[in-house]
Nanobody, 125 residues
């Protein structure tokens, strides 16, 4: 199993940037595909980005494409989500998640077996 802990959330003005981190412990991080999801009040959990175990392959949700960048450092057992040009509609709790790399990439929350506790991102207008 792997345990995930997010950090880096906070309050930022529209147009600003934040970098979220996801620290993994337990089994080697390289065993897992990592994804980021977000959930705003009253809305379903939304796919944000996913990165393969090696970091060679990434994919993004349409609403963040071109503004957010997902990355990982397996040596540090940490994943990242760099968020630029933030908008008020990006306000949500952001979660990192992981699933076995044997299952490829994943775009649905149901694919992921392991979740962090979430970190709040609030973008003011």
């Amino acid at each position: 199993q792997v345990q995930l802990v997010e950090s880096g959330g906070g309050l930022v003005q529209a147009g600003g940037s934040l970098r979220l981190s996801c620290a993994a412990s337990g089994r080697p991080f390289s065993r897992y595909t990592m994804g980021w999801f977000r959930q705003a009040p009253g809305k379903e959990r939304e796919f944000v980005a996913v990165i393969s175990w090696s970091g060679d392959s990434t994919s993004y949700g349409d609403s963040v494409k071109g503004r957010f960048t997902i990355s990982r450092d397996n040596a540090k057992n940490t994943g990242y989500l760099q968020m630029n040009s933030l908008k008020p509609e990006d306000t949500a709790v952001y979660y990192c998640a992981a699933h076995s790399r044997d299952y490829g990439m994943g775009y649905s929350p149901t694919r992921y077996a392991y979740w962090g506790q979430g970190t709040q991102v609030t973008v003011s207008s």
